[in-house]
């Protein structure tokens, strides 16, 4: 899968994917699978604690996607 290859290399998964692809962020969660994004989304917020809260809605916002990523956030934090 496309996007595994992007959340291995910022070790958000434990697979090792197959072959490499270059990724946009959150943008791939239809073709890796929504359990998987919210798997590695979940990886991500723990390892970068609220600052990786503020910041991946940065760059949500900057993408247009914050309306996605925001109940994203809300449900892995619950």
Known sequence: ????????????????????????????????????ALSALGRYLRRNGRGGVSELQDIA?????????RPAVEAVLA
């Open 1 to 36: 899968m496309r996007g595994e290859s992007a959340l291995a290399l910022h070790e958000l998964i434990d697979n090792i994917p197959s072959a490499v692809h270059i990724a946009v962020p959150m943008r791939h969660r239809s073709r890796i699978g929504e359990t998987l």
């Open 61 to 69: 916002r900057e993408l247009g996607a914050l309306s996605v990523v």
